[in-house]
C-alpha cells in the first residue's frame, strides 16, 4: 500500500497516490515544470499514520509534474423556447492541466 492524500485544487478535492495522473483545472504552468502543492487535507503514510488538517496539514507536501495542458471534448449548450422560434446551439470546451504526483512527502 502505498501513500495516500487529499488535495485541493481548483476548488475540488482529489484522492491521490504517487505516480498517479489526472486532469484537473487549468493551472497557470507549462508542460514540464514541476511544483509543490501544500493544500493537503488528509494524509496516510502506508496504512500506518493518518494526519487530518484543521483545514490543511501542517508541514506536508506534494510535489507535481504538469505533463500537458488541452482542452476537453465539446460539451453541447442547447436553448430551446417553444413557440417563439427561439433557439441556440453553442458548445463549451473546459481547460485542463494533466499532472503526475511525483511524491507525497507528510
Same mark, same amino acid.
Given at each position: 500500500?502505498?501513500?495516500?492524500?487529499?488535495?485541493?485544487?481548483?476548488g475540488?478535492?482529489y484522492?491521490?497516490?504517487e505516480?498517479?495522473?489526472?486532469k484537473?483545472?487549468?493551472?497557470e504552468l @507549462?508542460? !514540464?515544470a514541476?511544483?509543490?502543492l501544500?493544500?493537503?487535507?488528509i494524509t496516510?503514510?502506508?496504512g500506518?499514520?493518518?494526519s #487530518? =488538517?484543521t483545514?490543511t496539514?501542517?508541514?506536508?507536501?506534494?510535489?507535481v509534474?504538469?505533463? @500537458?495542458? !488541452?482542452?476537453?471534448?465539446k460539451v453541447p449548450?442547447i436553448?430551446y423556447?417553444?413557440k417563439?422560434?427561439?433557439r441556440?446551439n #453553442? =458548445?463549451h470546451?473546459q481547460p485542463?492541466?494533466?499532472?503526475?504526483i511525483?511524491k507525497?512527502?507528510?
Amino acid at each position: 500500500m502505498s501513500t495516500l492524500a487529499v488535495i485541493k485544487t481548483g476548488g475540488k478535492q482529489y484522492l491521490v497516490r504517487e505516480g498517479q495522473e489526472f486532469k484537473v483545472e487549468k493551472l497557470e504552468l @507549462e508542460a !514540464g515544470a514541476t511544483f509543490e502543492l501544500d493544500a493537503l487535507l488528509i494524509t496516510d503514510e502506508e496504512g500506518t499514520k493518518v494526519s #487530518v =488538517g484543521t483545514p490543511t496539514v501542517s508541514g506536508a507536501k506534494v510535489t507535481v509534474k504538469v505533463i @500537458e495542458e !488541452g482542452r476537453a471534448k465539446k460539451v453541447p449548450v442547447i436553448k430551446y423556447k417553444p413557440k417563439s422560434r427561439y433557439r441556440r446551439n #453553442v =458548445g463549451h470546451r473546459q481547460p485542463f492541466t494533466k499532472i503526475k504526483i511525483e511524491k507525497i512527502a507528510a
